[in-house]
């Protein structure tokens, strides 16, 4: 066989796995939102259990992303400039470990440390302050598993910023906290939008540890993950209009987070 004929073969099987890889994908979605018909998806959403389980979604979400910022923010930094040892691995270790965790786990491990009983729930105590089974809880089971995702995508974009600029600032007198916001901040801006974007799909899609920490009461706790769980059972319609509006949201968040990437770099150049 020719080399030609050995690249068309390849060539040929890189796409018939990439089609198969592609339809696998594609399909379920399209199946989704073909599922039920617009009218009725728009019924369904306009139900007030709908819009409840939005608005606590998207109010969590928001906290949630606020405190990643917040303390992901500086966590990525330290591990992408630290020393590299075994305390810089060891903290790598740490801040991905609820990402591997089952969610279940996660919610579990938080009840255990913010429940009665637990070091954060007895101190709290106290003071009448209760976190399980809360919105603040719905808050930090979203922060718990959606902040890895951030600290990943925060810590490889501070890395890659360009030691030739950092070198010229330092020259310049520029102290550190003025080259982190004037500096390395706008150069690893579109790696932090990207972790971002992928934390808040992350944390809009959580279930289990939400529903082990803060449970699912309707107009309280149930966001929209956990609204499409229970009405899939009593009314599927309602399940899948729900779900279609999560995928709508979800996709929205990659597209701008894509769309303003990409800006950023053709105004960077």
Same mark, same amino acid.
């Given at each position: 066989?020719?080399?030609?004929?050995?690249?068309?073969?390849? &060539?040929?099987?890189?796409? #018939? @796995?990439?089609?198969?890889?592609a339809l696998f994908v594609l399909v379920p979605m399209v199946a989704l939102v073909t599922r039920i018909?617009? *009218?009725?998806?728009?019924?369904?959403?306009?139900?007030?259990?709908?819009? !409840? @389980? %939005?608005?606590?979604?998207?109010?969590?979400?928001? $906290?949630?992303?606020?405190?990643?910022?917040?303390?992901?923010?500086?966590?990525?930094?330290? *591990?992408?400039?630290?020393?590299?040892?075994?305390?810089?691995?060891?903290?790598?270790?740490?801040? !991905? %470990?609820?990402?591997?965790?089952?969610?279940?786990?996660? &919610?579990?491990?938080?009840?255990?440390?913010?429940?009665? &009983?637990?070091?954060?729930?007895?101190?709290?105590?106290? +003071?009448?302050? =209760?976190?399980?089974?809360?919105?603040?809880?719905?808050?930090?089971?979203?922060? +718990?598993?959606?902040?890895?995702?951030?600290?990943?995508?925060? =810590?490889?974009?501070?890395?890659? $910023?360009?030691? !030739?600029?950092?070198?010229?600032?330092?020259?310049?007198?520029?102290?550190?906290?003025?080259?982190?916001?004037?500096?390395? #901040?706008? #150069?690893?801006?579109?790696?932090?939008?990207?972790?971002?974007?992928?934390?808040?799909?992350?944390? #809009?899609?959580?279930f289990g540890a939400t529903i082990m920490f803060a449970g699912s009461v309707a107009g309280v706790t149930?966001?929209?993950?956990?609204?499409?769980?229970?009405?899939?059972?009593?009314?599927?319609d309602a399940a899948f209009a729900l779900a279609i509006l999560l995928l709508v949201l979800t996709v929205?968040?990659?597209? %701008?987070?894509? %769309?303003?990437?990409?800006?950023? &770099?053709?105004?960077?150049?």
């Amino acid at each position: 066989m020719t080399t030609l004929a050995h690249k068309r073969l390849a &060539g040929t099987g890189f796409g #018939l @796995a990439v089609g198969v890889a592609a339809l696998f994908v594609l399909v379920p979605m399209v199946a989704l939102v073909t599922r039920i018909s617009p *009218l009725t998806a728009v019924e369904e959403l306009a139900r007030p259990e709908s819009i !409840d @389980a %939005l608005m606590i979604s998207l109010g969590a979400v928001t $906290c949630a992303l606020l405190l990643i910022v917040a303390f992901g923010t500086p966590v990525a930094f330290l *591990l992408a400039r630290g020393q590299p040892g075994p305390l810089l691995s060891s903290l790598e270790v740490l801040f !991905d %470990l609820p990402l591997v965790l089952p969610p279940a786990v996660a &919610g579990i491990a938080l009840l255990a440390a913010f429940g009665d &009983g637990g070091p954060v729930g007895n101190a709290l105590a106290p +003071f009448g302050v =209760q976190v399980p089974f809360t919105r603040l809880a719905v808050v930090l089971a979203l922060t +718990f598993v959606a902040a890895p995702l951030y600290i990943r995508q925060a =810590q490889s974009a501070f890395a890659a $910023c360009e030691r !030739d600029v950092l070198e010229a600032s330092r020259t310049t007198g520029a102290g550190p906290v003025r080259r982190f916001l004037q500096i390395e #901040l706008p #150069l690893a801006k579109r790696g932090l939008l990207g972790g971002l974007a992928l934390s808040g799909a992350r944390a #809009l899609g959580e279930f289990g540890a939400t529903i082990m920490f803060a449970g699912s009461v309707a107009g309280v706790t149930q966001t929209l993950t956990l609204a499409i769980y229970g009405s899939l059972y009593t009314s599927a319609d309602a399940a899948f209009a729900l779900a279609i509006l999560l995928l709508v949201l979800t996709v929205a968040i990659s597209v %701008l987070a894509r %769309l303003y990437g990409a800006r950023a &770099g053709w105004e960077a150049r």
